[in-house]
């Protein structure tokens, strides 16, 4: 029951202990020189983005990709498929795939504080890394350390809950005022602009949702720390801040907070995701699985645009599978914690949670592309993995050996990213193998036509000119014309 610190020691969630000011501070602000220096490279990008000779004719996400996937030779390859549709589609791929990782890591990076369980350090470093994609200020050690003695959960909970309030009506003032700076463009390109600040505010709920939903579901756990009434005072303290008493004013004040941001967070993101899927429901059926009618310049593909982010990784049918995947997110984050917190029955809760969705998934296989539908379900198996080792940790057995534990939960943690980097790397090796050995045999066909068709002067128009594709499988090797 290390939760109420002494002066100088600030609670860290990872851990579930008390550390020094400024062994946390130290931490943190290295942290935020970590996150000065990608700002910095995301303005180097904007930069080059906009002044550079190079990309100054790139006018659209579809043109960038075109570019970088080109230089990087994923695409450019099959002869049947524009390069268009073929970055198109490595795009959608890919920001797929991160969108996965980021899900993943950011329900294991909150478990040993949703679980209340102490974690072996391996994990909670990890952890405590990974929770950068659990955007989040009010736990920082930075505002812990340097707030007043008053700053406890209650607090925390507001500031948490107000501050991504306060961030969308700024994001709203800055699109309104940039649209209105760019009055002089089309109607088209108008659309295009609060598109993408839409896309901006969709990500920025999605990240925000887990670590605001524990925030809020937190203040409905209460421990008696005296069963036994052994003293006649207050018995039932906050289970995040044993130095709040859950019969304060101050916390019946937290508790009308709680089920107000409930509505706004847990209830009320869900419900809008649903929402506009549900009046949108009819293109995104129209579209059909390939994403070139999508990418098509329609009024379907107009409406659409704005909220890719929800339903471009899903079949059409569908359409609706985001709000799954956010409901999984909070089920496994901030509703479990209220689930008797600390106990093995929370933890097998969670894991039965997990295999249900493990199932649904696999039933209804989701995505479009096959090979994300593959990575997905091996994320939810590693959160299996997770629950079960946290469920060892918890019966305590003496005999475990807690080296092999930090073994396989690192590896429940990235798995899925190292099979990933490894069926790139043999994918991308074998097919610059295979485009080696097609040329070879061009080279030596076109040989052997101008040497045996000399005397008349003969030479086929597409020797000279030809080149590689590889078929579906990557197997195959085919001559095509440029």
Known sequence: MCGVCSDGY????????????????????VAIVLFCVLGILLLGAVYVFFFTDLLKKVKSADELNVLVFSKLGLIGISPDVSVMDEARTTGRHLKARVKIYITLWQIVSLLPFTLGLSFPNVY???????????????????????????????????VTTVYPVVIVLLLKAVATAHTHVRSHLGPVEISQLKARYFNVFLVFTYLILPYTSVQIFQTFSCQDVDPDDVDSGDDRYMTVDYSVSCSSS?????????????????????????????????????????????????EAAVRLN???????????????????????RLFLTGVLVVIAQ??????????????????LCDVHRPFVDAKVQTMKEMSLWQIVLIFLLALLLKADFS????????????????????????????????????????????????????????????????????????????????????
């Open 10 to 29: 600030a609670y860290r969630s990872s851990t579930q202990r008390c550390g020094s000011c400024s062994e946390a501070s130290s931490l943190d602000a």
């Open 124 to 158: 909670s470093t990890i952890a405590a890394a990974l929770n950068v994609f659990n955007v989040g200020v009010s736990t920082s050690s930075l505002v812990t350390c340097s707030a007043d003695d008053g700053y406890d959960a209650i607090d925390a909970l507001v």
């Open 250 to 298: 101050k916390y019946e004040f937290g508790f009308v907070w709680a089920i107000v941001s409930i509505l706004v967070y847990p209830v009320g993101i869900p419900a809008y995701y649903f929402y506009i899927l549900y009046s949108a429901r009819h293109d995104i059926r129209s579209r059909g699985d390939s994403m070139a009618s999508f990418a098509a310049s329609d």
């Open 306 to 328: 704005p909220i890719r982010l929800l339903f471009e990784y899903y079949r059409p049918e569908l359409w609706y599978w985001e709000v799954v995947e956010t409901l999984n």
């Open 342 to 359: 600390g106990s093995a029955v929370q933890i097998i809760v969670g894991l039965a949670a997990s295999l249900f969705f493990l199932k």
């Open 399 to 482: 005999s475990v050996d807690t080296k092999a534990v930090d073994v396989f939960l690192v590896l429940a943690i990235f798995s899925a990213l190292i099979a990933d980097i490894v069926q790139a790397l043999w994918w991308s090796c074998s097919r610059r193998h295979a485009h080696q050995l097609a040329r070879s045999d061009l080279k030596g066909q076109s040989s052997a036509v101008s040497g045996g068709e000399a005397d008349s002067k003969v030479v086929n128009p597409l020797a000279e000119s030809a080149c590689c594709a590889e078929d579906e499988r990557g197997i195959g090797m085919a001559p095509i014309s440029s």
